[in-house]
């Protein structure tokens, strides 16, 4: 059950909703906005004679059931797509997002260069990881703050909003300085200490879908992050684990369908961790475009070969600029259909 | 290696050819086209020596080394797509093709009407099962060979192609007297009994990938009709096998580019059975249009919730209707670039 | 719903209770035991006015309902394990059952070798194929009826039993001559053609689950072949397709226990190809008799490093000598167990 | 490349070892032990000049080429099996090693009454967690410090051990203070943060394998514990997961047999997460000593119905005693082999 409150309702009026909530025998989590209270309520059995109750007190706008197991982040809970605003852009709304970048931050030249590149040719946020999560303790582990100063820098030149990854709740603060969007990785999905710390924080998160982590599992995720207040996320589909060998992971593109479906919050694409190819990466960007994706997060570097952590997968510059070509007609349909669709939600 | 003969070389050239080969130590496969024959020579170790000496012969077109493990469907053979005839038909040209009709044939009624609203609505091929793969022994098997004539008569009535499906190596000649397409479903892909029959058959084959295979099993699977005299195969990705459960299978969509990049052979995509969910077949449909499918095969019902299979993901004629009118903006843009792609080839 | 015929039920007797059967709507399948009938009822609705109706009649010995979709092989229909006699051997009951030979028959001597080792080592039965299915058209497919003869002449000379695959329904008959159990290749394990003409086979057949099928899938296909008419069915767990690449497929061993809650029929496990290392063969040998299996299907070869095919996994003759004396302590712990399950059946 | 110094060698001849390594441009990690340091050089190329000249060194007592990725888990760098010691008790020797308790620590009563039967019934250690790691942000999140204050009073009244998990970096050193063994979940075995963190504890750490993690990922994220200080680990094979929904993951059993080949360090199979069935439990223990793991980790509950995590795969107390008597002659045979072993290392 969700209760949203009426606009500007009073600590004590809401206070009051609470009580009436808890004589029922509920437990009660809230969402703080700027503007307006909503008070989620768990429980089992019949909560109809506390939801007519509730609906009585003046105070309350409405009182919804939802019976899928994540609240907040479900279509029952809100019925029409979520704006997610970051760096003044709109994410969910009716631009298609481009972020992209290196994977890892490894000097000023190439973070610069790269930014330069990519705001010319239509990104929007720049990718760029300075805490990198590596499988082996022996390989690059990123430039850590020097590398968010790097970031920086790259924004103030080109204007570009910054997305880059948080491995751990202690760096949520440091890294909330520098960065726009906070990604949380696809192994820190179900890392609740951090999710619990991301409700905390005062920036857009993008979440990762985990490499065997179901579509309940990633929307229960981002409940963690919502529930502990912060409603500002961005689910990410980057491919899943499966036998196929042939690419790095399989994307599971209905994901993105599957997930417009059953919640309100704005869904990006990663064609690059889908594929770990990069020849594939345009191709699999039409399709996310044509899907109904909100964004494409993609891997750029000025020289691939010589990356230090996932060149095989990361772009050049001149294949980025031939893919954002490429995309231009297939996002102009993108754009009338879901202009269309604002138009009547 | 794979040795392409002259165009009419005769019987006593080929023969010459093919007993160099053996003098090399090589086991030989051939295919006889109608026009010019094709010899595949499987061996260990270095082929220069061989390969030199073939070439030096006057009635060897061309002597190429082939480095993947299947041969003739292999880009190495043929860089540019394959065209596939069926019913007149082109598959893997400038048309995008759309075979469209119902799991399974269940009555005069059902099938002609389905057969002339989906010919209406832009499909070119009729699809409909009268043999019917079941998990369970108990459940409906197909109608079979009076099936197959309620097939024709909708052929007759509408000129749709006819593709439907083949089990068992036994009813390969009776189904290909009605079919214009002999489809393979993802549980026989590895039957290799089958394969081989098909080899012979002097149908088209649509080959659909197996639950859990990998993309290179499935162009195994191709290579044996191929190598067995049969070189008019197109693939099908249908959804492979995962851990969610969301939906019936998981599409692995970018199986699509990646086997545009490996193989000449067209591919079609299957987004009833990757999804198992109506409501998320136009949206994978248009995906599977924007990455470089050549065609869709889609489960098409009169009365959905009545079908004696599939029913949860076969389209209801309105649907069906609504999704080929979204789907034609995309078409328009795949049909653009496949024609320039063609005028480079 | 099951409908057991008194002993020696007359043709007059069981037809009256199909046609009763059939007045309550309802789908009859039988299986005619040499002594009993049995009746397979498949019905929707609410079957008890059919149930007691039927037990009313006096030539009915038990009527029951089975609430699983697999009905003659799950525990409902039979509490009680079933033992399926094979050239003399009684497997699923109180002997451990051992299977062991090469991946494929090559030679008169490698077999006749391999089966009197094998022989004075414990094995029962002598596996060997004879029509093999491979991935790749350029692979050896067998010596096929010249195979069989040397099965046949080494069960002549050592008495074991002969297990060994049959890939199409057009060989059932012809392997059937030489073999004492058909072997079913998980790649076949949905081929419903295959498995109906099993069910008119008199031999046991071994069921080997697909790579990617599931318990419950690995069940229906044993129901096919039991509905169609063969009771004498075996189940193989040989690993399934996973993410891990450590090992050739994942064990999933708790299937043993799984099937053995489930089904009545006997499970041997198949470490050989769960792990394609042979090292780790006798180590999943041991943990397959300690969970409760019925038997093991091992591949052994005079020299594995030059198999025709599976040589990784082929355990040398020395190896399996050591396995078998390693197994002895826990085969008696298994023998003492399933005494004393049979006793208080 | 692994440098063994002299037992007891100075500051000076270690950084003159570090010193010559750098010379030859690679990369040092070390490891102090409290009697010997052991340094780990990670760096491409050839290694034997670095190598001769490192041996050569009085200081140094042997330096040894190592391959695999991971390099001090791994059995080229140890060839005997590790033996860690925790409350007093060896694992990874000649004692198989029972853990078992409660999913979830509710209350004294519980918690105390479940620690002294399992003691009974020969359990060394108990589990129980505190910090609970739970996909919906609504359900139970464990009793946190209070539930660790009572796994201390469950210890001094039983003497068993206590194990329980660390969610996040913060609690480490907290936890440490009240338990013997860390134990890390499958979802947290990539959180790189958590791991480094880890390496600086002084318990012994029980590492999870994650839902989708290769064997070779579970010896990464081990390396990580040990390349930064803590050399006690124990690894725990808890199922994977797949297709499979008969049981909550599939249990790969093999991997015990592969880590036991491929690492040094102890393996505990946890047959309550592999199976989700309490009625597997006790058949896929038996599989667990068969195949050599060194200890088991169980579910036990007083009620299990009434649990408030995990109750359907929680043994009941009469269902842990009845399996710790049928494990008896297993662990027999476990130990005779176990006790050779050693005896020839």
Redesign the interface.
């Known amino acids: 059950m969700i209760i949203s409150m009426k606009l500007h309702a009073t600590r004590a009026e809401i206070d009051a909703v609470v009580e009436r909530i808890q004589e029922f025998g509920y437990?009660v989590?809230s969402i703080e906005g700027e503007e307006r209270v909503v008070i989620g309520v768990?429980g089992l059995g019949d909560v109809t004679p506390c939801l007519e109750s509730l609906e009585a007190m003046p105070q309350v706008d409405k009182a919804v059931r939802i019976s899928a197991?994540y609240?907040f982040v479900s279509r029952e809970f809100r019925s029409t797509k979520s704006q997610i605003v970051a760096n003044g852009v709109e994410i969910g709304g009716d631009t298609f997002v481009t972020m992209a970048g290196p994977c890892s931050v490894e000097s000023e030249r190439q973070i610069i260069d790269t930014a330069q590149f990519v705001a010319r040719h239509g990104a929007q946020f720049l990718r760029g990881g300075a805490f990198k999560?590596?499988?082996?303790?022996?390989d690059f582990q990123g430039l850590e703050e020097a590398g968010l100063k790097l970031l920086r820098k790259a924004k103030d030149e080109t204007g570009l909003g910054i997305i880059t990854e948080v491995?751990?709740?202690?760096?949520v603060d440091l890294i909330a300085e520098y960065a726009d969007i906070l990604q949380i990785g696809a192994?820190?999905m179900?890392?609740?200490?951090?999710l619990k710390t991301l409700g905390r924080a005062n920036r857009p998160v993008m979440l990762k879908r985990g490499?065997?982590s179901?579509?309940?599992?990633l929307l229960?995720s981002a409940?963690?992050i919502v529930?502990?207040g912060n409603p500002n996320v961005i689910l990410c589909e980057r491919g899943?684990?499966?036998?196929?060998?042939?690419?790095r992971n399989?994307?599971?593109?209905?994901?993105?369908?599957?997930l417009?479906?059953l919640s309100h919050l704005p869904v990006v694409l990663d064609p690059s961790h889908?594929?770990g190819r990069r020849?594939?990466v345009p191709?699999?960007s039409?399709?996310?475009?044509?899907?109904?994706a909100d964004g494409l997060i993609v891997e750029v570097h000025p020289c691939p070969e010589k990356a230090m952590s996932d060149g095989a997968q990361s772009l050049s510059f001149p294949q980025f600029a031939g893919m954002m070509d490429d995309l231009g007609?297939?996002i102009n349909?993108w754009k009338e259909s879901r202009v269309a669709a604002l138009a009547t939600a």
């Open positions: 437990k989590h768990v197991p609240k999560p590596r499988t082996s303790p022996y491995m751990s709740d202690r760096d192994r820190n179900q890392n609740f200490a951090l490499l065997s179901t579509i309940k599992e229960m409940e963690y529930a502990h899943i684990r499966t036998f196929e060998t042939e690419t399989t994307c599971d593109i209905t994901a993105v369908a599957v417009n479906e889908a594929t020849s594939l191709a699999l039409r399709a996310g475009v044509a899907i109904g007609p297939y349909l």
